[in-house]
């Protein structure tokens, strides 16, 4: 669908309004049910035993003392998930990870799992199986594990991207490179060069609900799963193949979800859940510890990246380079090269190289966090892109306006943009209040550019019209953070009538086609484009149902403000049918009315944000303190603006989070130190600021509303914008993150 | 796992010394029950004490203050009278993880918890609290430095409960302070800490002084080298200088996830120096 240029100058009635969220009342009176507020009758408990040890074969399982332990209904290992996988490498990783098959590769890696009446009874006979390890080198550091002599994780790695194939296997499982143009003849042409080395440290999505899941197979093959899930067809899929089991039997129920960041876009828990329920005939409850979510879920990469920018004396940049090194846990996959493709998204570049290399290492496989792989390539370009304007000579904001990408760039990626925000927020940005006002004492500023490219994919929506003209929305994107509102909208503003006649649902795997996962900032985005054409669809059948009504041909019944209008010299004068009245006849006129909508959303439009920090350093302990914080970013048109500025404010918070204090220290044993919140330290409501927006919106040339994914992009700023601020507030370049006290006072004592 | 309520203290200590496997004392809860949920500790016997009326009371005699062993940190700060004679140790009881938090933990669970980072122990140890311990073979009253002797252990014998901390009434123009490092606003454990209590006299000269440091050795470390040089000054930069110079070079602390060795020693002097200046300022108004 294409944006319908008639929308630019169109007064919309219910889109951009702000109403209450359809799900808000039972989520703050505790009414809502997430992934542990689901129990069946005669459900078990089900735990899972993991590795202490980073990285150890697995010589021998004993589960004979726990299987006669009194209450326990099934025990479970990598022989009762057998390998289904076909050859799928990709599908194998998932397996091997939900519960290891010969080495266990990280602290908290799955090796087996109990069934038993209670927790109480499960968390015993879990002590009661004896596992057998034969301990291995470990390597948790990405540039330790980058290098040549480092301890091989997995033998059957070789490196792709590489020509000619490499004759030993390593731990850098890929290497990819984008950019076009000359960059070493640019570099030599500079008249200013920065090269720096950042470093940032592992990070979770940290969201509040644990994974939780309820599971029940039963003897004739059949499965049903109710689970917290960002995707609840994707998981449908995983399972169904993991367990040998056909998609159309397994019924998933996605629950409500308390933030999922990426976090729950992979299968962790549910098909050990499943093979219990399978193996003991009962329905099987599995929720996560905090420990367990820490040591085994998410988390996102550690990353070592080198830039080299070079720019001429007018302030033009001739080259830009960079390497970036990414840690993906274990097993492979394609984080490096993400970044290697959004480093330099934000600007038009002559000549421009990025190469990025995965690195396996022994901590959990890498998950999507928000704008996966995004920020920390930002952080670093955006912090070499601050010390050259500086070299230069510029202002911090000018420099990158001179240097935006445009409607017709070429991408360092490889595209040609359309109409993109990247310049507008930088203009927004520079006659920001925020940017003009004064700082004091120890205090600096500092901001930042992101992008994001966004996602569409395949979704299906069927809009149900009840006999009272209320309507029914059934959705397949999980709702993380307001989609049902939103989604709403779009149906009443499409069928002309009040938000409150529309009631948008999650439908199950089995109510609807399948739909691709919230992700990829895709939810609005896609199911909003799905929801207009069946709203579309649906206002067919409805003039259809008009014009029998009426006895004249449809081509003269038009639909205006929810409802039929006759038109033509003939019939002018009937009085329109409302949309309720159509409904109430609908039983004779040829039965329930309702519009379905099968698509792959196409041309999610790419998102660019610029971020301003303000920050205090205590100079004699390293202590931090936010004081101003502003994003600017396109939304391409905000369907429901609270919803738009909660996804700005959230990637934001998450993103100084992640600049400041939150990471994953590993010991020398190889051992996760701070598997908790206590520890891992994401911003509690004091730390932070209230975090100012300021939404633009540059439509959408593929989009029937100009939407644009919000979701993710704002996540990409803020460490850089943060990390530019305690370096202009300190007068030290700070090259590693997250930048806590301890760090922030070496630096500034080096 | 057996769970009782007893009404008197002499049945907790009963049920304490009898017990046969592992027996934990329950008032607020906030490190039992996270250590149980964690797994490192599966008690077979909890003894909650906040049935016991003694114990839930803030009592004044004429020249003290008792705290009973159940009373949850966000009652000392309703104290207007505590609050007024020990703004330090309250700040310091004030600051254990969140709101909620502080309606259930009570300063004598985070002294019997054991953990050199503590927050309400550096400022209870600077301004010479005692502990009352009740036992099978009858009271003891001991200074709080003394109950804790290792992270995660204490002094107390088999059968042994606190009863109740003792902070003395205060001569004028005294005043004690309390703060800690950490990295978030809140809901966090100190990085390091320090807490001073001063009493001066009429010219605003220190009489009396008291130097705690938290986090910075297995358990809370009194520093007397630290409190003489407080003694016979009024609190000037170069006092302050010289103070954090000996607070940074008494600290024996560790490596670990919340901060460095290096980190950890000269955030111990400024802290230090942050509070002897507050102490001071509270002091001099009274």
Redesign the interface.
Known sequence: MTFDPSHAARSFSSVGTRPIRPDGVDKVTGRARYGADFNMPGQLIGRILRSPHAHAVIRKIDTSKAEQFPGVKAVVTAADLPDLTDGDTSMYDILDNCMARNKALYDGHAVAAVAAIDARTA?QALKLIDVEYELLPHVTDVDQAFAADAPLINETIFTTGVDPKPDRASNVSMRSQFGHGDVDAGMAEADFVVARTFKTEQTHQGYIEPHACVANVSSDGTADLWVCTQGHFVYRQHCAQLLGLEASRLRVTSSEIGGGFGGKTHVWAEPVALALSRKAGRPVKLVM?R?EVFRATGPTSATSIDVKIGAMKDGTIIAADATLRYSCGPYAGSWAEVGAMTAFACYKLENVRTVGYEVLVNRPKTAAYRAPSAPMAAFAVESAIDELAKKVGMDAVDFRIKNAAQEGTKASYGPVYGPIGIGPTLEAVKNHPHMKASLGKNQGRGMACGFWFNFGGQTCTDLNIGMDGTVSLAVGTVDVGGSRASLSLVAAEELGIDYAQVRAVIADTSSLGYNDMTDGSRGTFSSSMATISAARNAIKILRARAAQMWDIPVEDVTWEKGHAVAKGETHGNLPNLSLKEIAAASGTTGGPIAGHSEIVADGAGVSFATHICDIEVDP????TKVLRYTVVQDAGKAVHPTYVEGQYQGGAAQGIGWA??EEY?YGKDGRL??A????Y?I??C??LPMIDTQILEIPNPNHPYGVRGVGETSIVPPLAAVANAVSNAVGVRMQHIPM???RI??ALEA | MRYIRPSSLEDAVGLLAEASGKAAILAGGSDLLVRMKGGFIEPDLIIDIKAIDALGRITESDDCFVIGAAVPCAVLGENTALRHAWPGVVEGAKLIGSKQVQGRCTIVGNLCNASPAADSVPALVAAGAKAVIKGPAGSRTIAVEMVPVAPGKTSLAPGEIIEAILLDKRPPHSGDAYQRFTPRTEMDIAVVSAAVNLTLDDQGVVEKARVALGAAAPTVLLVEEAANILIGSRVDDSTLERLAEVCSGACRPIDDKRGTVEFRKKVAGVLAKRVALTAYQRAGQK
């Open positions: 968390k510890t420990d004699e302990t390293g202590a400041l204090n220290i130190q701070n908790g919140f206590l520890d330290r911003p509690v004091s730390d806590s006290p301890p006072l070496a």
